[in-house]
């Protein structure tokens, strides 16, 4: 069972554009929302994350969008440069049996290409 | 100066055989993980330990068994090595003081690529 749905599985952005992944979840007590930018042959690395009682984060280009009504979370990456290009992980995090240690379920990922 | 380090890189080999993959961190965190990236590249928790002592163990094989000698190291051993453990591996490290946010964030290595034959 997929505990965050990520949509969509590409994206391709023209480079000035702007880049909209968008990740659902069930799970109410997920309190913690990290995505991860991936490129090809590294591990994923931490971009941007929020916490579900704020209803939006920006750093920079990026900026997460959180409805927690609808407990849905947004990445928007604004004007997309090649250099964004890459495979994009939302997550979520639960206490694992009471332990402060972040449990991460991530969603399926989103690779971006953005054309120059 | 690499923050988690995992060695090799690509492994190839036939089935039935037994291999283990090596991960150290330098941050100093106190917990470790391994994920198994498929080729779809979904990304899917398999162990945590943290301090030396395991935290978290997904539902896997029991031919995989991770070590843990020290909180900045924990390697994997994979038994009877079968087709379908063909994928790449990720270690992964964080600090379980969150300094208040829920959660901290995971450092991953460049992960080890598993080709079973």
């Known amino acids: 069972q997929q505990q965050v749905k990520q949509s969509p599985q590409s994206l391709i952005v023209q480079k000035g554009g702007i880049s909209i992944i968008n990740c659902a979840y069930e799970?109410?007590?997920?309190?913690?929302f990290p995505w991860y930018q991936q490129f090809p042959g590294k591990g994923p690395a931490l971009l941007i994350a929020?916490?579900?009682?704020?209803s939006e984060k920006k750093e920079g280009r990026f900026t997460i969008s959180f409805n927690k009504s609808a407990k849905q979370f947004s990445l928007h990456i604004m004007d997309s440069q090649p250099g964004d290009s890459a495979t994009y992980f939302c997550?979520?995090?639960?206490?694992?049996?009471?332990?402060?240690?972040?449990?991460?379920?991530f969603g399926r990922g989103t690779q971006l290409t953005v054309w120059p | 100066d690499t923050a988690v380090s995992q060695t090799p890189k690509y492994l190839v080999t036939q089935m039935g055989n037994d291999k283990s993959i090596k991960c150290e961190q330098n941050?100093?965190?106190?917990?470790m993980y391994w994920y198994k990236q498929d080729s779809k590249k979904f990304l899917k928790i398999m162990f945590s330990?943290?301090?030396?002592?395991?935290?978290i163990n997904e539902t896997v094989p029991n031919r995989f068994s991770p070590k843990s000698p020290d909180k900045a190291h924990l390697n994997l051993h994979i038994n009877s090595l079968e087709l379908g453990d063909s994928a790449v591996y990720f270690c992964?490290?964080?600090?379980?003081?969150?300094?208040?946010?829920?959660?901290?964030?995971?450092?991953f290595g460049n992960g080890t690529r598993l080709t079973v034959t």
């Open positions: 992964a490290s964080s600090q379980s003081r969150t300094g208040g946010f829920l959660g901290s964030p995971l450092h």
């Open positions: 799970n109410t007590a997920f309190d913690y």
């Open positions: 929020i916490r579900p009682d704020v």
């Open positions: 997550a979520a995090s639960l206490r694992y049996r009471g332990s402060t240690l972040g449990r991460l379920y």
């Open positions: 941050l100093g965190h106190d917990t």
């Open positions: 330990y943290n301090n030396k002592e395991l935290i």
